[in-house]
């Protein structure tokens, strides 16, 4: 009987796909009758709420001349770890604990790469150190460009980060660190969602299995 689940998170910039393919992921190990959880970082609690206000520009800071000022980065830096760590106290934690495959949307390496553009990179880990490791990491490496363009067609409100001369910076620190971790795996992610989806899929069952899942 197995005692614990297991933890995994998909990364990527704008337009990876991390959302549609954690969903497929969920959607998947339900029907195969593993109890498994999508979630996704910034949460739809008070403080994600929050920092997605920020990113669409919901919130800004009136000034006392009348001009309004964007939130300040670091304070960003700040939310985006308050955020994170409610999530693993509350949700994380006690899932995983109780034997479910928890994909998580988006994680601490996220922070790692965006904030490391606004504050110094020592400081982004250091908020983020009581984060716990994942089992396993995805990052969906997608070109810039094509991130963009799928990012357009949602017709959404533009967030601050959407725009491809940071993207680039965004996608350059994802991979310096992403080969850091023993737990992660790089994946091409300029092909079809298909192909995208099998390539994690294989690698998630292989280890599901690993584990003594029933799969
Ligand atoms: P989303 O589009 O996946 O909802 O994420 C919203 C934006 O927030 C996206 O541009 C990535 C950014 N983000 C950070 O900058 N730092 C973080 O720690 C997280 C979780 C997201």
């Known amino acids: 009987m197995r005692r614990k689940g297991l933890f995994v998170v998909l990364e990527g910039i704008d337009?990876?796909?991390?959302?549609?393919?954690?969903?497929?992921?969920?959607?998947?190990?339900k029907q195969k009758n593993i109890r498994a959880h999508y979630t996704f970082e910034p949460t739809g609690g008070p403080v994600g709420s929050l920092i997605k206000n920020i990113l669409s520009k919901r919130v800004v800071m009136n000034l006392k001349n009348g001009d309004s000022a964007v939130f300040d980065q670091k304070a960003v830096a700040l939310l985006f770890a308050a955020d994170r760590l409610d999530h693993i106290r509350n949700e994380i934690e006690p899932l995983v604990k109780?034997?479910?495959?928890?994909?998580?949307?988006?994680?601490?390496?996220?922070?790692?790469?965006?904030?490391?553009?606004?504050?110094?990179?020592?400081?982004?880990?250091?908020?983020?150190?009581?984060?716990?490791?994942?089992?396993?990491?995805?990052?969906?490496?997608?070109?810039?460009?094509?991130?963009?363009?799928?990012?357009?067609?949602?017709?959404?409100?533009?967030?601050?980060?959407?725009?491809?001369?940071?993207?680039?910076?965004?996608?350059?620190?994802?991979?310096?660190?992403?080969?850091?971790?023993?737990?992660?795996h790089i994946i091409d992610s300029n092909r079809t969602l298909d192909e995208v989806y099998l390539d994690i899929r294989e690698i998630l069952f292989k280890r599901l299995s690993a584990y003594g899942y029933k799969i």
């Open 15 to 29: 337009g990876s796909g991390t959302t549609t393919i954690g969903k497929m992921l969920e959607s998947e190990l």
């Open 98 to 184: 109780d034997g479910f495959v928890v994909i998580s949307d988006r994680y601490k390496f996220s922070s790692f790469a965006y904030q490391s553009i606004f504050a110094d990179s020592e400081w982004v880990r250091d908020i983020n150190r009581f984060a716990i490791e994942p089992d396993l990491l995805f990052f969906l490496d997608v070109d810039v460009k094509i991130g963009l363009k799928r990012v357009g067609k949602r017709g959404n409100v533009r967030e601050i980060y959407e725009r491809e001369e940071l993207l680039k910076k965004v996608r350059t620190n994802y991979l310096s660190d992403i080969k850091k971790y023993r737990y992660s």
